[in-house]
C-alpha cells in the first residue's frame, strides 16, 4: 500500500486526528493537505491531550515525516507558536517536517475581512472560525495572495502587502507595511529549513515504496462545491481535494478511510436535517464534550444521517469507515437514523444540491435498540453490546462498505481494528 487517505466524512470534528495518529505508525509520512487553523485535531495519549490546527496529526510519532501541502492557508503565528509548544513537548522538526513552497499565507487582513463578511452577512452568517480562511483562499484563486516561496524577498513582500491593502480598502501606512513584510520575511527566514517542493518529495517517497498518509481537515459537508454551500469551508475537503492540494497523482491513491461519527455535529451555522433541539441532543453534548476544539462554541448535535453519509461515501469514493465516538451513545435512551428524506410529502435518498432544499426536508428515520453498558474499555468487536454491534452492522449495510475501525474513546488503545489497513 503507498498512499491512505483519512478523510471527514460529515461537517467535521469526526475525530480525524485520532484517527491518524492511530494509523500513523504504519505510514513512513504524514501530509495534511488543506485547510488552515480553522481545524482543531486533538489528539490524547499517556494522559496528555494536544490540540493542533495546523501541524499533521503524526507529529508525535517521532521516526516519521510530516508535510503540510499547497493547499494549506498558513497563519505564521499559530504555526510557529504550535511549533514551540510541540518542541517544548521534545519534538524535533529538524528533517522531519516540511512545507510546500506553494503553501498560502493567512494575513491579519485576512481575519479582518473574514470577521467584515460575517458582519454583513447579518442573520445569514456562515459560523465561520474568523481565522481568515475564506479570504485567504479567495486572495489564492485571484492569483493575488503570499506564498510562503514569497518570502524570501521583502521587495516582493512589500509589494503584495502594498496591492493587498490597495485591493481590499484596508488602510496601512508605509511604515506599517514594511513593518510587517519585515515580520513576514523574518517568519520566511525561521521555516526556510523546512521548505521543499512537495510533489517531487512524495513522488520519491512512492517510488522508494514509503507509505504516505493524507490528513484531511473539515469534512465533506463542508467542501467548498459538495457541501452545504455557502455554508460550507473555502478549500477542497473530499477525496479529489488530495491531488489538488499535493501535485500526488489520484491514480496512486490506494486506499480512502471515511471517517464518521456515530452521531452527527456541526458548528457554525447551515441546515441540519437531524439535528435534535431537546435534551437528547443536550445529553449527547455532554457526553461528547461536543464543544468547539477552536472556538469552543457548543457543537449541534443530531442524529447519523445515512442519506448525507451516503452522499459522502459517493464523493469521496470512500474504501472503509472508522466510526468514532460509539462509546457517547452508550445510556442514550433513544437512538434513531435517518434513512431517507421527505420533501413535500416525497420520498427521496439524494442528498440535495441546494441547502435552501435541505433546510425543508423532514428526516425518516429508523429506530435502533440502545445499549447502556459503558464500552470505552472494549478492545474487540466480541466485547462490546449486541446493541452496539447492530448499530454498527446497520451503519455498514446502510453505506455498504465494511467499519473498518471503530473508536470508543479519545486515547489510542481505545481502539478496535475489525480489518487490517494492507
Ligand atoms: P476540523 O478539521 C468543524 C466550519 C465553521 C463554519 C464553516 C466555515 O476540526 O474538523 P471557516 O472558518 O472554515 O471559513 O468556517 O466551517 N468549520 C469547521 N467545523 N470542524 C472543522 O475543522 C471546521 N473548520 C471549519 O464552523 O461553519
Ligand atoms: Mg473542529
Not at 486526528?17 to 504504519?26: E, F, I, M
Not at 485571484?142 to 514569497?150: E, F, N
Not at 420533501?343 to 440535495?352: A, C, K, L, S, T
Request: proline share 4%.
Amino acid at each position: 500500500m503507498s498512499a491512505i487517505a483519512v478523510l471527514g466524512c460529515l461537517f467535521g470534528d469526526e475525530a480525524k486526528a485520532k484517527v491518524v495518529d492511530v494509523l500513523a505508525s504504519d505510514a513512513d509520512i504524514i501530509v495534511r493537505f488543506q485547510g488552515g487553523s480553522n481545524a482543531g485535531h486533538t489528539i490524547q495519549f499517556d494522559n496528555k491531550r494536544f490540540v493542533m490546527h495546523l501541524i499533521p496529526s503524526g507529529i508525535f510519532h517521532e521516526d516519521k515525516k510530516c508535510a503540510l501541502g499547497s493547499a494549506v492557508v498558513i497563519d505564521p503565528e499559530q504555526l510557529e507558536k504550535e511549533i514551540s509548544a510541540l518542541k517544548e513537548q521534545g519534538i524535533i522538526f529538524k528533517d522531519r517536517f516540511f512545507i510546500d513552497y506553494r503553501a498560502s499565507i493567512v494575513l491579519p487582513m485576512h481575519k479582518i475581512l473574514d470577521e467584515k463578511q460575517e458582519e454583513l452577512s447579518g442573520d445569514k452568517k456562515i459560523g465561520t472560525t474568523k481565522r481568515g480562511i475564506g479570504p485567504c483562499y479567495s486572495d489564492s484563486i485571484s492569483r493575488i495572495g503570499l506564498r510562503m516561496s514569497d518570502l524570501n524577498n521583502i521587495d516582493n513582500i512589500i509589494y503584495k502587502l502594498s496591492y493587498l491593502c490597495k485591493y481590499h480598502h484596508i488602510k496601512m501606512d508605509e511604515e506599517e507595511i514594511k513593518e510587517n513584510a519585515e515580520s513576514l520575511f523574518s517568519f520566511g527566514k525561521r521555516m526556510d529549513e523546512y521548505l521543499i517542493n512537495l510533489p517531487y518529495f512524495l513522488d520519491s517517497c512512492r517510488k522508494q515504496d514509503k507509505e504516505i498518509l493524507f490528513e484531511g481537515a473539515q469534512g465533506t459537508l463542508l467542501d467548498i462545491y459538495f457541501g452545504t454551500y455557502p455554508y460550507v469551508t473555502s478549500s477542497h475537503t473530499i477525496s479529489g481535494g488530495i491531488s489538488i492540494a499535493t501535485g500526488y497523482p489520484p491514480k496512486h491513491i490506494d486506499l480512502l478511510i471515511g471517517v464518521f461519527k456515530s452521531y452527527f455535529t456541526r458548528v457554525g451555522s447551515g441546515p441540519f436535517p437531524t439535528e435534535l433541539h431537546d435534551n437528547l441532543g443536550e445529553q449527547i453534548r455532554r457526553q461528547g464534550n461536543e464543544f468547539g476544539s477552536t472556538t469552543g462554541r457548543p457543537r449541534r448535535c443530531g442524529w447519523f444521517d445515512a442519506v448525507a453519509a451516503k452522499y459522502s461515501v459517493m464523493i469521496n469514493g470512500i474504501d472503509n469507515v472508522a466510526l468514532t465516538l460509539l462509546d457517547v451513545l452508550s445510556g442514550i435512551e433513544e437512538i434513531k437514523i435517518c434513512i431517507a428524506y421527505s420533501i413535500d410529502g416525497e420520498i427521496v435518498e439524494e442528498f440535495p444540491s441546494d441547502q435552501r432544499v435541505l433546510e425543508e426536508v423532514e428526516p425518516v428515520y429508523i429506530s435502533m435498540d440502545t445499549w447502556s453498558d459503558d464500552i470505552t474499555q472494549c478492545k474487540t468487536w466480541e466485547s462490546l453490546p449486541l446493541n452496539a454491534q447492530l448499530y454498527v452492522r446497520k451503519i455498514e449495510e446502510l453505506l455498504e462498505i465494511p467499519v473498518s475501525i471503530i473508536s470508543v474513546g479519545p486515547n489510542r488503545d481505545q481502539t478496535i481494528f475489525l480489518m487490517k489497513q494492507e
